[in-house]
Every structure is written in C-alpha cells, then in structure tokens.
C-alpha cells in the first residue's frame, strides 16, 4: 500500500528527521537510510518498523541537522604558526615582495574550522525514535484511508460474484432435467424404442447427476465469501488471509467449472473467475 509520512525531533540544537515513503509489494522490504555515525541504529530501526508494518516496500531516511546556535569557531594556532613560518620562508626564498598577511593565513587549510558536534548513539536513539514513530502515524494513517477505498472496491466485486452464484444455484436443477431430455433425444433420433423407465437410462442419469452435483462446492464457496466480507472487517492486517482464501475461491470456481455440464453456468463461472482474478490483484495492496 502507498504512504508517505514525515516526523522531526531534537536535542541541544541538533534536529532528527525520519521521512517515509511506501509503494505496494507482495512481501515486507525495508531499506534504511542513515548518517553514518548513527548506522548502529539501524536495527532498533527495523524492529519498530516491523511492529507497525508487514507488507510493502518501505523505504526509511533519517537524517541528523546539527544546530547552528551553539557552533564555535575553533581555530588551530599551531597549524596557522606552520604556515606563517613556511609562508616567510618561501617569501624569502623567493625575494617575493610584500607581507604575508593574517587573512592568507586564515585561508590556509585546516586552520579554522568548526568542529561537528558529537551525539551519542543513546542520545540520539530517542529522539529518533520519536521521530520515527510520528513518521509511522502519518504513513499508517494514509494506508489506512487507501484500505477502506481498497475494501470498498473488494466488496462491490464479491457482490458481483454472490449473485453470479446465486443465479448459478438456481440454474442448476434444470441441468440435470437437460441431460434427461437430451438423451431421450438421441436415443429417438436413431430410432430407438427404450421406455424412459429402463434401467440403463436411470442409471446413466443417475451417474450424470453424481457427476455434475456441485452442491459441495457452492456450500464452500458462501462459506469462503462469508469469511472473506468478516476478514475485511479487521481493524488488523489481513492481506495474506484474504490471498489464501482468493486461492481457495478460485479452486473451488474451477472445480465447479469443470463439473458444471451446462453453457449458461459455465460462463457465470467465467464471470466469477474474471472477477476474482481483479480481486487477488488488489488484494496484493492490502496489508
């Protein structure tokens, strides 16, 4: 699911700010990114990371603004002396005319500087962490908006499918009453006299009938979607009960399918399988 959340904390001056951003994928991928002295925390990064979300890939930047306000100027007296005394003696050397000024001197490498401030690993680790888990808020809060326009879309094809399969359940007394009139069709066409009541005639419709019975399957198949519509329900991540149960679904569609022996129910179960088929692919966004 798509997110994007920003936190910020500080310390003496020194700001910490987390910025997140995720995009759908199947399976959880983190990718932190942190200044390098502070590259130690990364796996307390991903435990908490990992308490909030399981699904997407989330990509993490931290980054660490020291304060200005409480920055000397430090200035290397022994390194700026060494320069002077080089500088005079090249002047010399030379028979350079002029004077080596103080504003040469200060441009000189190294002489001044201002020192990086130093936060420990346990200094910064709060606020860090407050940062991070004001980012999650936001990013949680943005899928979780995302979630409910995903649900309603999952509902409104589920309800599609219900009534497919309810058309189907009343379609489907008629078929084995079909096959019975076919048969006495054929057996009329080539010119058999065989009484409607023959034995072999009730047992070949008897065999049709086992065979065609999907019963089992639309029982199955209500019970799945019941489950289904309690699951979207949760206020918890569900995305990979709703992937198993979509492969159920759709197993027990092809079974149907497969034993339907009817034109009518055969493309109502086309219909059913398209449906699923967007669903399991939305169902890939949905943590």
Not at 51 to 58: C, K, Q
Not at 75 to 98: F, I, K, S, V
Not at 241 to 268: C, P, Y
Request: net charge negative; proline share 3%.
């Amino acid at each position: 699911m798509t997110g994007y959340g920003r936190g910020q904390s500080g310390t003496n001056g020194t700001q910490f700010s987390v910025e997140l951003n995720s995009v759908n994928r199947k399976q959880s991928d983190v990718t932190v990114t942190l200044p390098r002295d502070l590259a130690e925390l990364e796996p307390r990064v991903r435990d908490l990371i990992n308490t909030e979300i399981s699904r997407g890939r989330l990509n993490v930047v931290i980054a660490c603004h020291p304060g200005t306000s409480t920055q000397k100027v430090v200035l290397d007296n022994a390194l700026a002396q060494t320069y002077y005394n080089a500088m005079c003696e090249l002047q010399a050397e030379l028979g350079a005319a002029g004077e080596v000024s103080i504003e040469t001197v200060l441009r000189a490498p190294g002489v001044v500087r201002v020192p990086e401030e130093q936060v420990t690993l346990d200094e910064a680790w709060p606020h860090v962490e407050t940062a991070l888990k004001e980012a999650l808020r936001d990013l949680i809060a943005m899928r979780e908006r995302e979630g409910k326009n995903l649900a309603k879309d999952l509902i409104h094809r589920l309800k599609i499918v219900r009534e497919a399969l309810h058309k189907i359940r009343e379609l489907h007394p008629n078929v084995l009453k079909k096959f019975r009139q076919s048969l006495q069709e054929r057996i009329a066409k080539v010119g058999l006299e065989i009484p409607i009541d023959d034995e072999r005639i009730v047992k070949e419709v008897i065999f049709f009938a086992d065979k065609s019975d999907i019963t089992e399957e639309m029982t199955r198949l209500e019970s799945h979607f019941t489950q289904f519509a309690h699951h979207l329900r949760k206020a918890e991540p569900v995305g990979r009960t709703l992937e198993f149960m979509t492969q159920e679904i759709g197993r027990e569609f092809n079974t149907l399918g497969s034993k339907a022996n009817d034109v009518e129910i055969s493309q109502l179960v086309v219909t059913c399988k398209a449906e699923m088929e967007k669903i399991r692919e939305q169902i890939q966004n949905i943590e």
